[in-house]
């Protein structure tokens, strides 16, 4: 490979390794490559060469993508699939203090065995629980540490044996079978047996087929 290519290949294997749908189709074999290099060219702002094009047909593809589709699959076939409707979701600031005023109604609502999942993100926290549990999470809060309560929900879980944790995969193929059927997808987790889902409630009933047929 001459030093030419060389910065064109790296480039191109960063575009495929952010881009796993097109990523796959090249594994599988099923991609046009001309028409593949020509996408990557106009959203590097590349010129369009045949150096692009071989770094598509070079990138890894058969084996690999075979053994993590069967593990894939090897997981679906031993999950099932829960749903929770009335779920809602609060965006919180951070903060130490708001951690602490919401530390007693989390014990609470975890004592009395209900909905309640706290998610760190970069800038706050986010808070799944059941609607009915709102008023007693907004009341231990000022206005201002509230982002965004979002009511109305419906919470999808796919719950699969302790092997979920090490099937490489499993997320993106979920997530790339909701999407496909153009479902937004308000919040997504995976921690360990269960790949949990929200979505508004008029996309449950095709988010639900759609990860049932990948179930079942």
Do not use: W
């Amino acid at each position: 490979m001459s030093h030419e290519a060389e910065p064109v290949a790296r480039q191109v294997r960063v575009y495929l390794e952010n881009h796993p749908a097109v990523a796959d189709a090249i594994r599988m074999g099923i991609a046009n490559y001309t028409a593949v290099a020509r996408r990557i060219a106009g959203e590097l702002g590349l010129p369009y060469s045949p150096a692009i094009v071989a770094a598509c047909r070079r990138y890894p593809r058969g084996r690999e993508l075979q053994a993590r589709e069967a593990g894939v699959r090897r997981v679906l076939r031993k999950s099932r699939i829960e749903t929770r409707t009335k779920v809602a979701a609060i965006t919180v600031r951070q903060g130490v203090d708001v951690l602490q005023r919401l530390g007693d109604v989390v014990e609470e609502l975890l004592d009395e065995e209900s909905l309640c999942r706290l998610i760190q993100v970069s800038r706050g926290t986010v808070v799944i629980i059941d609607e009915d549990s709102v008023p007693r999470i907004t009341k231990r809060l000022r206005e201002d540490q509230i982002v965004r309560v979002r009511r109305n929900l419906v919470e999808v879980a796919v719950t699969g044996p302790e092997s979920i944790e090490e099937t490489p995969g499993l997320l993106t193929v979920l997530t790339g079978i909701v999407s496909a059927q153009g479902i937004n997808i308000v919040e997504a987790l995976s921690c360990y047996t269960d790949t949990i889902f929200l979505f508004e409630l008029g996309d449950f009933p095709p988010a639900l087929a759609a990860l049932s047929r990948a179930v079942e």
